[in-house]
């Protein structure tokens, strides 16, 4: 299991002088650059690093270098950069020169810092360099040039790892990550959760957000779709959905292999072939069960049909009930507008919120959805989807945390919900007679789990 995580990318648009990364978070225990480059002439193909603004001669390195025939080694000493890469001349278009630079310590305050570098180029040879930077600063930011003045071409990339502390204590996930304090299984597809050892661990798991309702010859073309309730959410830091108590964390044994699935997000309804919308699906931690959101109302030829219950219930159109959340994971849809001529329909409910009720003008927006800081970041889910007005400037927004938002008058379509966030689709928007308009799809749900390092 690879336990780097990606900081930062650059890929060169055009020819550049230099690379600079800056801002490098201090949290991890090394780093590693991974470089793919070319130079702007047939001259040498090194690059030159420097730490932190540092031109002072304050650099020393040794290397080893070798074509398969015959092998070289150097010393540099008191220099104003390290050098890494190829030696010698070769093709600057190739891109064949690679290069992986270990950084380590870098965040150490009271020892100098080494490097580590192998890189090696199809038509040159094949490089090993050991650097030293005498500082004991901690490393924040870091500059490459090309040697002796060249640029590095078009389609070069730089990419910056970060390396944490130890190893993780299971497998699974599309990413595992560590501040130095807890480990972060990300799944945003359903895979495997394999403990190597028994843990306690925290989780989110949110469900797919449910789908936006369709019109289709609405009555004086003035209704529009009502918005799709967002998936349940169920967490045990900071907040869980429908107003419930932070759940408790759960005991996972070694050598069990624990199901996760990740919940898709529902369809939004189609209104030119009238097919209806659908909830979003369950996502699953083991005994944790999360509600797909329900789908949005909506209307085929004058007949206003329900929306659905779910983890967050899907707003209601004219004359018809709203749907209804499930208990401790989110919030019930708003209802739609029972007012002549106009017909602003209800918001999807939310993991935080009521969805929005619809009026004679407006639509609801979808209910808001919660904020979660189990990563170490504030981040909010499960947000309603908005439901659609005929009224060009009444559609309903998304609510907070991916919900998307409802459509509008000449058959604009709801937004779907945003992926990975449990977001409910918006409504599709108010028709002229004879015409259609489409729901957004929920977004797809997501699962975290963590425990401590």
């Known amino acids: 299991m690879s336990t780097y995580t990606p900081i930062s990318s650059q890929t060169l648009s055009s020819a550049a002088a230099s690379v600079t990364f800056s801002g490098i978070p201090q949290t991890y225990t090394d780093l590693v650059l991974v470089c793919n480059y070319a130079t702007s002439t047939n001259a040498s193909l090194s690059i030159y690093i420097q730490f932190n603004s540092d031109t002072g001669s304050n650099y020393s390195s040794t290397d080893l270098w070798g074509n398969g025939s015959a092998a070289s080694s150097g010393r540099t000493s008191s220099t104003t950069f390290i050098r890494i890469g190829g030696r010698g001349t070769g093709t600057s278009s190739s891109f064949s020169n690679i290069t992986n630079t270990s950084i380590q310590n870098y965040s150490n305050t009271t020892t100098n810092k080494t490097i580590l570098n192998r890189s090696g180029t199809a038509d040159l040879a094949t490089v090993a360099t050991v650097g030293l930077w005498r500082s004991t600063a901690a490393i924040t930011s870091f500059t490459i040039t090309g040697e002796g003045g060249q640029t590095m071409n078009s389609g070069s990339t730089f990419t910056l790892y970060g390396i944490g502390a130890g190893s993780p204590k299971a497998f699974g996930g599309d990413e595992v990550t560590t501040d130095g304090t807890y480990w972060y299984h990300t799944f945003r597809s359903s895979g495997i959760f394999a403990p190597m050892t028994a843990l306690t ?7 797919g957000g449910g789908g936006g309702g369709p019109v289709y010859y ?3 073309g003035q209704i529009g779709g009502a918005g799709g309730g967002a998936g349940g959410m169920r967490c045990t830091v900071t907040a869980t959905g429908g107003g419930g108590s932070v759940e408790s964390a759960l005991s996972v044994s070694s050598g069990t292999n624990y199901t996760v699935t990740v919940g ?13 919308p659908t909830s979003g699906s369950n996502s699953v931690f083991s005994t944790v069960t999360s509600s797909g959101g329900g789908f949005g109302g909506y209307t085929f030829n004058n007949t206003y049909t329900a929306a659905a219950n779910g983890g967050s219930g899907g707003g209601g159109v004219y004359g018809a009930a709203t749907g209804t959340g499930t208990t401790n994971q989110g919030y019930a849809g708003g209802t739609g507008s029972t007012a002549a001529n106009a017909y602003g329909s209800g918001g999807g409910g939310g993991a935080g919120a009521v969805g929005g009720n619809g ?16 990563t170490g970041t504030s981040v909010t889910y499960a947000g309603g989807g908005g439901g659609a007005s005929y009224i060009t400037t009444g559609a309903g927004s998304g609510g907070t945390g991916g919900g998307g938002a409802g459509g509008y008058r000449n058959s604009v379509a709801g937004t779907s919900g945003t992926a990975n966030t449990g977001g409910g689709g918006g409504g599709g928007g108010g028709v002229n007679p004879g015409t259609a308009s489409n729901g957004g799809n929920g977004g797809s749900g997501i699962v975290i789990v963590r425990y401590a390092v």
């Open 201 to 207: 661990c925290d989780y989110l798991v949110v469900a």
């Open 218 to 220: 609405a009555p004086s």
């Open 264 to 276: 898709a997000g529902g369809s939004g309804g189609t209104g030119s072939t009238q097919t209806i």
């Open 359 to 374: 009026n004679s003008t407006n639509a609801g927006n979808g209910g808001a959805g919660v904020a979660t800081s189990i």
